[in-house]
């Protein structure tokens, strides 16, 4: 659904390393335009579905990526 085949999995949802800041923002504007096209809400939907009904672990990632 989220194009995510090839991703690599971790041991933990998020490990220590990676930090989120307002940095990280798009910047330019193809970028911006790739980011619109990003489900962002569903994907953040079914990241706490799947909080919710089995992953209580994820609750962490969930309220960082959220």
Known sequence: MFNMNDCKHVS?????HFKLSSYLCPDSMEDV???SHVPYANVIGSLMYAMICTRLDLAYV?????
């Open 12 to 16: 933990t949802p998020l490990a220590a």
């Open 33 to 35: 335009e790739y980011m």
């Open 62 to 66: 969930v309220s960082m990526v959220s």
